[in-house]
Every structure is written in C-alpha cells, then in structure tokens.
C-alpha cells in the first residue's frame, strides 16, 4: 500500500463510489429516462397531508409512478402526478390516499375501472377517495357514544314509569292468552294427536320386533352389566377410599370454595354500586359517562395528537454524502450530512466533517551524534529539528436554512465556527450555486467558499469549487468532488428490498 500513490487513491476512491452509485441506481430504479414518455395525470382532495414531491403511486401495490406538484385548488389540494405511459388507467378508475400500517408513510392507490376508455395525458381524476384520520375517527367515535348515553336514558325513563309498568303487565296477560289459545288449539286437533300417538305406537311395535329378532345380541350385553356394575362397585370403594384419606383437604377446599363464594358476592355488590355511581354521574368515568364537557375536552386532546402525528408525517429526512478532492493539496475531503425539513421552505442542516486541513503543531526533533566513540578526540553533537505537523480534524456543523423562492439562506455552525450561507437554485432544483463565509477572527481573513452542485439522476451529486480563497497564508483550494444523497423514501425502499431477499429461499 505504501507504493500507491495520491492519485492511485484517489482514482480507487472514485471508483468504489461510481460502482456503489451504479448499484444502488439499478436497485432503486428511478432513473429519471422514461419521464419523456411519462403521462401527467392529476387529482383533487380535501387534504393532501402526509404526501409530498416524490410520494409514490400505486397500481395493484407497485408503483408506476410519482408524485410531481402539489397546489391548491380553491380550499383543496391538487395532486399532480406522472405515471409510466405504458400504464393503461379506464377513464372511470378511483384514487386515494393510503398508508403503510397505522402512521407509517403515505402513497395514491389507484383502483381500475371497468371503462373501455383509458385516460390521456393530462386528464384529471374525478373519482376519489380522501384518507381518514384519527380525529374523524373519534369524532364519530364521540358521536357514539352520545347515542349509546341517549339510549340508555330513554330506556331508564321508559322503564321507570307507572305506564311501563302497566305495559308490562299487559305484555304477561297478552302472553297468558296465547297460552289459553294455544290448548284452544291442541283440542281442535285431538285427531292430529291421535294420529301422532298411533304413529308412536307403531315405533314402539317396531322397536319390539327388532328386540326379539336381536335377543341373543342384547343378553350378551346384558350379561356383560354384572362386569360393569362389579367394575363401578370397584371404583366408587377407591373412590371413597380416597375421600376418607383426603378428608381434610377436601374440607379446607369447600371452606374455600365457601370463602369465595362470599368474596364473589362482595364484589358484585362493589360492581353495582359502581355501576350505579357511575349512572349518578359521581367520580371520573360518571363524569366522563354523563358529561359531554368530558368528551369534548377528550376530542380536543386526540385532535392535538393527531396533529402532532400530521407534523412527523410531514418531516422529510434527506441523508448525505459528499467528497471534495483538493487538487492542488492532493487531499480528500469527506462530508456526512443529515438534513430534516418540517416544510418545504424549512431546514435543520447536520453535518459531520473530516477535514484534512486540521490542527497545526510543532514537533521538535533532538538528534545526538558521536564521533570517533571511545578515541582520545572523542566529539558529540547534537541537532534539534523542529518540524510543523498538521493532523486531520473532525469537524461538526448544526444550521438552520430558510428558502424564499429560488434563494436559501442559512446560518449556524459551519465546521465548528460560526458562519453564513446562500444557495440559489435553477433548473427546478437540479442546479445549485452556493457562497458560505465562517470564522471572522481578527488573525487571518474569513473562509470564503464558493461552489456549485449538480443533482444528476436521482441519487447522484456532482461538484466543484474553492474553498478559504482570500487566506492571506494559504493558496486557495480547488477542489471537484461527487457523491450520494438518499431521502426516507429511498431509505424505506432499500429496507423493504433486503427485507424480500432475506425472505426468499
């Protein structure tokens, strides 16, 4: 290793990246080639929450397509996509919102139609379903329950009457006569009757007959009773063998048995004057029964966690890497970034940096030397050499970023010293110019940085630039540099595919 040379390294290091892109690239497979032959449709929600720029669409659970735009149609959400014009969707299919699991990532489903018709670029979907959330859910929840509460109290003021009582008794007279009816009838049909007990009388003959005609088999059954009874005679001795061996136990078992029975009866008087604490509307759950103050302030709660859940599911994490080559330096720069975004114009930028212009020191060197050892001129003399040595440095940057338009800014720390950015963007984000100042000491000039990004395909950046070109010590560095940047989405992609083939055989 100690023959290779700077620029064999660094032509191995971009060979390990291009072959690590090339792989995840054909795993992934959003290449961004077919989206000339692409087809634009659209649709219209109630709310678009949960789904952004690149959420996937569904056809019978594979994605042929993804999510382009969002914008508002009057108070809704309109849901631009592009799908494979290879698809064929009938003009009457459905789509919706769905999720994976209960809070897992959002995705359009469409369901197919029976039409013979199939829809066109740029046609729009006009048969959809929207997604439902927590809060409908225990909206309706509570809705419930106030019908359950009514219910009941009609029931109670039903019931507790003088009138319901009389109805009852009218109910058990309406009932008594049914009975007298129902002899009324049986002595209308006595010759029915008869005729059933005829049929009867036949059974029994029969039955005679096939007694008489299987005696033999039925007294050698018969003479097999004295074995049984002499067997049951047998197992009621031990059995009462055993009771008189294990007398005290069985008697400790019935007190306890009798010990239960009282505990049991206790708790279901405990249970009743619960339940009738509860119907009086005293304590927690009586209140939380016969209140609807309660169950709107719980309404009110679980449309906070929905909210809350709405506001992770809206969180898009983006994963980094970056490598800058400075070329005149001979020197790798790796850079390890975690950005998270709340919203579309907002950033939480983390990065870890390896840095090879780190910390300088000073090494001092003290070299004796003898001459002529062991001889009358004898001489020794010594040499200090005092040489700089610079050692990489591990770095850590923490910004936030705000975008306005095309424009980012962003401030923070910015490899552990305080520092400013800029972006500006151009073609539809694939392009981004980037000026960044840090560390305003008195000794030396600030670090200025200027340099510009290509995002190519979909997981592949490209970049080149200069990095502190106003030190009054140090030239300049340029350097070129490429890497690698995945979001959740590709994240849970990559996931679910060692998932399925750690599953096949």
């Given at each position: 290793?100690?023959?290779?040379s700077t620029?064999a390294?660094?032509?191995?290091?971009f060979?390990?990246?291009?072959g690590l892109?090339?792989?995840?690239?054909?795993?992934?497979?959003?290449?961004?080639f077919?989206?000339?032959?692409?087809?634009?449709?659209s649709?219209t929600?109630?709310?678009?929450?949960g789904v952004?720029?690149g959420t996937k669409v569904?056809?019978a659970?594979?994605k042929?397509?993804?999510v382009?735009?969002?914008e508002l149609?009057?108070?809704r959400?309109r849901?631009?996509f592009?799908?494979?014009?290879?698809?064929?969707?009938p003009?009457?299919?459905?789509?919706?919102?769905?999720?994976?699991?209960?809070l897992?990532?959002?995705y359009l489903?469409?369901?197919?139609?029976?039409?013979?018709?199939?829809?066109?670029?740029g046609?729009h979907f006009?048969n959809?379903?929207?997604?439902?959330?927590?809060?409908?859910?225990?909206?309706?929840?509570?809705h419930?329950?106030?019908?359950?509460?009514a219910v009941?109290g009609?029931?109670?003021?039903?019931?507790g009457?003088?009138?319901?009582?009389q109805?009852?008794?009218?109910?058990?007279?309406?009932f008594?006569?049914?009975?007298?009816?129902?002899a009324?009838t049986l002595?209308?049909?006595?010759?029915?009757?008869?005729q059933?007990?005829?049929?009867?009388?036949?059974?029994?003959?029969?039955?005679?007959?096939?007694?008489?005609?299987n005696?033999?088999?039925i007294s050698?059954?018969?003479?097999t009773?004295?074995?049984?009874a002499?067997?049951l005679k047998?197992i009621?001795?031990n059995?009462?063998?055993?009771?008189d061996?294990?007398?005290?136990?069985?008697?400790?078992?019935?007190?306890?048995?009798?010990?239960?029975?009282?505990?049991?009866s206790e708790?279901?008087?405990?249970?009743a004057?619960?339940?009738?604490k509860i119907?009086?509307g005293e304590?927690?759950?009586?209140?939380?029964?016969?209140?609807?103050?309660?169950?709107?302030?719980?309404?009110?709660a679980?449309?906070?966690?929905?909210?809350?859940?709405?506001k992770l599911?809206?969180?898009?994490a983006?994963?980094?890497?970056r490598?800058?080559?400075h070329?005149?330096?001979?020197?790798?720069?790796?850079i390890?970034?975690l950005?998270?975004?709340p919203n579309?114009d907002?950033?939480?930028?983390?990065?870890?940096?390896?840095?090879?212009?780190?910390?300088?020191?000073?090494?001092?060197t003290?070299?004796?030397?003898?001459?002529?050892p062991?001889?009358?001129d004898?001489?020794q003399?010594?040499?200090?050499e005092?040489?700089?040595?610079?050692?990489?440095e591990l770095?850590?940057?923490a910004?936030?970023?705000k975008?306005w338009?095309?424009?980012?800014?962003?401030?923070?720390i910015i490899?552990?010293?305080?520092?400013v950015?800029?972006?500006?963007?151009?073609f539809?984000?694939?392009?981004?110019?980037s000026?960044?100042?840090?560390d305003?000491?008195?000794?030396?000039?600030?670090?200025l940085?200027a340099?510009a990004?290509?995002?190519?395909f979909?997981h592949?950046?490209?970049?080149?630039?200069?990095?502190?070109?106003?030190?009054?010590?140090?030239?300049?560095?340029?350097?070129v540099g490429?890497g690698?940047?995945?979001?959740d989405?590709d994240?849970?992609?990559?996931?679910?595919?060692g998932?399925?083939r750690?599953?096949?055989?």
């Open positions: 290793m100690r023959n290779f620029e390294k660094v032509g191995a290091f060979v390990v990246v291009f892109i090339a792989w995840i690239s054909t795993k992934l497979g959003d290449y961004g077919e989206e000339a032959r692409a087809m634009t449709l649709a929600f109630n709310t678009a929450a952004s720029e569904n056809l659970g594979i042929i397509g993804v382009k735009d969002i149609d009057g108070p959400a849901i631009i592009t799908i494979r014009s290879s698809v064929k969707i003009e009457d299919s459905q789509v919706s919102i769905q999720t994976f699991g209960f897992g990532q959002r489903e469409i369901m197919p139609g029976s039409s013979n018709r199939t829809m066109d670029d046609e006009y959809v379903e929207d997604a439902q959330d927590i809060s409908q859910l225990t909206a309706n929840l509570g419930i329950s106030e019908d359950i509460k009941t009609n029931l109670r003021a039903v019931m009457t003088p009138d319901a009582q109805s009852m008794q009218e109910i058990f007279e309406a008594n006569a049914i009975t007298t009816s129902l009324s002595e209308a049909n006595e010759r029915n009757m008869d059933i007990m005829g049929n009867l009388n036949k059974f029994t003959t029969d039955m005679a007959y096939i007694s008489n005609k005696r033999q088999d050698d059954a018969l003479a009773f004295p074995a049984i002499e067997n047998s009621s001795g059995l009462a063998d055993v009771m061996r294990n007398n005290d136990e069985i008697s400790a078992t019935l007190e306890n048995l009798v010990g239960v029975s009282a505990n049991l708790s279901l008087e405990a249970v004057s619960i339940a009738q119907d009086e304590g927690t759950l009586g209140k939380l029964v016969n209140e609807d103050s309660t169950i709107e302030s719980i309404n009110e679980v449309e906070g966690i929905n909210d809350y859940v709405q599911r809206r969180l898009q983006e994963v980094r890497y490598g800058e080559y070329i005149e330096q001979g020197e790798v720069k790796s390890f970034s950005n998270l975004k579309f907002k950033t939480y930028m983390f990065s870890l940096v390896d840095s090879p212009v780190g910390r300088s020191r000073e090494v001092t003290v070299t004796e030397t003898t001459r002529d062991g001889a009358a004898e001489d003399s010594t040499k200090r005092v040489k700089e040595v610079r050692t990489d770095l850590f940057s910004q936030f970023a975008r338009y095309d424009f980012q800014f962003r401030a923070g490899e552990n010293k305080g520092g950015g800029v972006e500006y963007f151009l539809d984000d694939h392009l981004a110019l000026f960044e100042a840090r305003f000491s008195d000794d030396n000039n600030p670090i940085k340099y990004t290509g995002f190519v979909d592949f950046l490209i970049t080149a630039g200069v990095d502190d070109f106003v030190n009054r010590y140090d030239d300049p560095r340029y350097f490429a690698l940047y995945f979001n989405n994240i849970a992609s990559i996931a679910s595919l998932a399925v750690g599953a096949s055989p």
